[in-house]
């Protein structure tokens, strides 16, 4: 397995160093940020720089000198560093605010450090506040345009949903339907665009046995299909499926045995996207060892699938309020549809704290999913990703920022503003 998680491209060593402070920043300063103390916080990110540098990290200086990096080596070799060389930064920082994400959820997981069932979380009420700025710049002024956001999707986690639209003024024909916003106009003279919703809505977690019952023959099929976007079974899924499973009557077994490996077995960072074989991408994930949350929920999907389970892949956005980030998880029918989050192997320590690991295998805490592949799916818009490109995240004063930034230029196709506030159930109570 490569420590970097890469194809060891230097290409890809794009971002300057101010950028990256802003994107470990986030992971590991997401509260304090909004009561200070950002110096000390830079200092202690810079610090880790250049000591993961000297251990190993790829570092590309600039025709000025300046440091710059590929992002995705940086979170893999902090990762790679805090579990096989005892670098402290990974456990101290990103480990302690993935996990208080979860624990201030409720007051007695806060006052014991020790997380409950997700199950027993209230419903509760939530604003999104979603502001999406476009780069018009490939676009003469008076061209149509297709520009699509993603919604909140109604369902058994999500319900009570109300949207107040945002297109600035600008002549724009609004469509929706469920997990996506539609916008069509033509291009301004501006070479930004910006659209955006507010949306209130009651969340509940996941409850286990909510919706017992059999999917029909029509449902059980679309989700064993063996191939659909990332997920593939291929012969090598099958083999290591028979492997991990082959004895295993009980499919909730199964799923567990699957589980297992891609905690033990692999690693949870980041990966280029235009690094995978997208003809055969789970091959690839094998060979390659590291996914994050997108193409390891489309393994744990082939996996279940090609013993015929009924699975899926899910998306949305984490709600919470210091970082509600984007991100997948997998659906997996056992009498229900039942999620199961790979973020379980970032909090328990690459799957080493009990206590953690299957924190959500088989639970789930408040989501706003916008996807569940293939009935709903936002889909493509007029604006293109680059060929290649990296995600970079910073926080903001209320919330945070997530761009998709050309590699080669540096400039964004698209970025994200997105807030959250938590109510209590009731939509006139104060925010939390």
């Known amino acids: 397995m490569n420590r970097l998680g890469t194809a060891n491209d230097p290409g890809t060593r794009t971002v300057e160093e101010a950028r990256i402070v802003d994107f470990l920043l986030l992971g590991g300063w997401a509260h304090q940020l909004r ?8 200092g202690e990110i810079r610090a880790a720089l250049r000591r993961w540098a000297g251990a190993g990290l790829p570092v590309a200086p600039d025709s000025g000198g300046e440091a710059r990096y590929d992002p995705v080596e940086v979170l893999n070799f ?67 345009l297709r520009l ?35 916008a069509k106009l033509p291009a301004p003279e501006s070479r930004q665009f910006t ?90 994930l094998l060979d390659h060892g590291w996914y994050d949350c997108e193409i390891g929920a489309a393994l744990l999907v082939s996996l279940c699938r090609s013993r015929g389970i009924p699975a899926r892949i899910v998306s949305g956005y984490m709600l919470y309020p210091p970082a509600p980030t984007y991100h997948f998880w997998a659906e997996i029918w056992l009498d229900d549809w039942v999620p199961f989050d790979l973020l379980s192997w970032d909090l328990s320590s690459g799957g080493r704290d009990p206590a953690w690991r299957y924190i959500f295998a088989g639970a789930l805490d408040y989501r706003m999913p916008v996807q569940r592949l293939p009935r709903h799916f936002v889909g493509p818009m007029s604006v293109r990703l680059p060929p290649r490109w990296h995600i970079l995240a910073s926080a903001l004063p209320h919330g ?28 006139n109570a104060a925010p939390l």
């Open 195 to 284: 659209l955006g919703y507010r949306a209130s809505f009651t969340a509940r977690p996941y409850v286990p046995g909510g919706q017992a019952g059999r999917l029909d023959a029509a449902e059980a099929d679309l989700y064993t299909r063996p191939a659909e976007g990332l997920i593939r079974v291929t012969p090598r899924v099958a083999a290591l499926a028979e492997d991990l499973a082959g004895r295993l009557a009980d499919p909730e077994d199964a799923v567990r045995a699957f589980w297992d490996h891609l905690m033990d077995r692999m690693m949870c960072g980041a990966v280029h996207y235009h690094d995978i074989d997208m003809a055969n991408p789970m091959d690839w």
């Open 148 to 182: 699509r956001l993603p919604l909140p999707l109604e369902g058994p986690g999500l319900s009570d949903l109300r949207l107040d639209l945002d297109a600035a003024d600008a002549p724009v024909a609004f469509g929706v339907t469920p997990g996506r916003l539609e």
């Open 35 to 42: 009561s200070g103390g950002r110096q000390a916080a830079e």
């Open 78 to 144: 902090m990762k790679s560093a805090g579990i096989d060389g005892g670098d402290p930064f990974w456990a101290r920082r990103y480990l302690r605010t993935g996990r208080r994400f979860m624990l201030e959820q409720d007051a007695d997981w806060a006052r014991t450090g020790a997380p409950g069932a997700p199950y027993t979380l209230p419903p509760r009420r939530f604003t999104v506040e979603f502001r999406r700025t476009i780069s018009l710049a490939p676009f003469e002024p008076g061209a149509p």
């Open 400 to 427: 945070i920022r997530i761009g998709i930034h050309d590699i080669a230029s540096g400039e964004a196709a698209f970025s994200d503003d997105v807030s959250v506030s938590i109510y209590q159930a009731s939509e």
